[in-house]
């Protein structure tokens, strides 16, 4: 994971920032060519991001697991969660874009795990999927309209559609909240101004989100029923 994170996104961006399509096979050429790059790191960085992966990782498994009788599965899936937020959180901040080869692989596995940990959710999982993405679309459609631009990518819809998928039809629209929020704040304190404007990568803010949500007690998202 330190691998794909520190060598492999970097060259991703470079890559789409030269006029690159980012498409599956860019993705995997960057995997297999990242090697070959001769940006090094250090030791210490590489274990550093190492440490912290871990660490996340442990705290995912542990605090609140989703298979707890099958450890193996229950690592597999905590280490596709955290790993791919990580990664979709910096692809969209270098080069602002969520790749479908991520989030798509993120909205199988979450499917499967339902299909196979909990078939009776999957019709309100696939129904609440299908809504959160028709949501999108028509925001940016009035947004369209109305300001002439866009609130959000595509990629924010198709990533918020699949962390339908981990977390349950409850918390999709608190974690949308809290992301619109962080990402005022945030871009508010770097232009030191009440009313930020420009664009910027909403994705990492959706990432954060879906930590702080995933982080509540599943009591309090159902009692907000959102």
Same mark, same amino acid.
């Given at each position: ?104 692989? *993120?909205?199988? /596995?979450? !499917? @499967?795990? %339902?299909?196979?940990?909990?078939? +009776?959710?999957?019709?309100? $999982? #696939? ?26 990518? *595509?990629?924010? /819809?198709? !990533? @918020?559609? %699949?962390?339908?998928?981990?977390? +349950?039809?409850?918390?999709? $629209? #608190? ?52």
């Amino acid at each position: 994971m330190s691998y794909l994170y520190l060598k492999v996104v970097p060259l991703y961006a470079q890559q789409i920032q030269q006029g690159q399509l980012a498409d599956e096979r860019l993705w995997w050429w960057s995997v297999v060519h990242a090697y070959k790059q001769s940006v090094s790191i250090s030791l210490w960085r590489l274990l550093s991001y190492a440490l912290l992966f871990g660490l996340g990782l442990w705290l995912v498994v542990s605090y609140k697991p989703w298979c707890e009788n099958a450890p193996a599965i229950n690592l597999l899936l905590g280490t596709i969660w955290v790993g791919v937020l990580a990664l979709l959180g910096r692809i969209d901040k270098q080069c602002f874009l969520l790749p479908d080869v991520l989030t798509q692989f *993120l909205l199988w /596995v979450g !499917l @499967l795990w %339902a299909v196979i940990g909990q078939p +009776g959710s999957v019709t309100t $999982l #696939l129904v609440t999927a299908a809504g959160v993405y028709v949501a999108g679309r028509i925001i940016n459609i009035l947004a369209g309209i109305l300001i002439k631009q866009p609130l959000f990518g *595509l990629g924010d /819809v198709k !990533l @918020l559609v %699949a962390l339908t998928t981990w977390l +349950g039809p409850y918390p999709v $629209l #608190l974690l949308f909240f809290l992301a619109c929020v962080l990402c005022l704040i945030s871009e508010a304190l770097q232009q030191r101004c009440w009313r930020p404007r420009g664009h910027c990568a909403f994705g990492p803010y959706i990432v954060s989100a879906t930590f702080l949500v995933w982080l509540l007690p599943y009591s309090w998202v159902a009692l907000l029923r959102v």
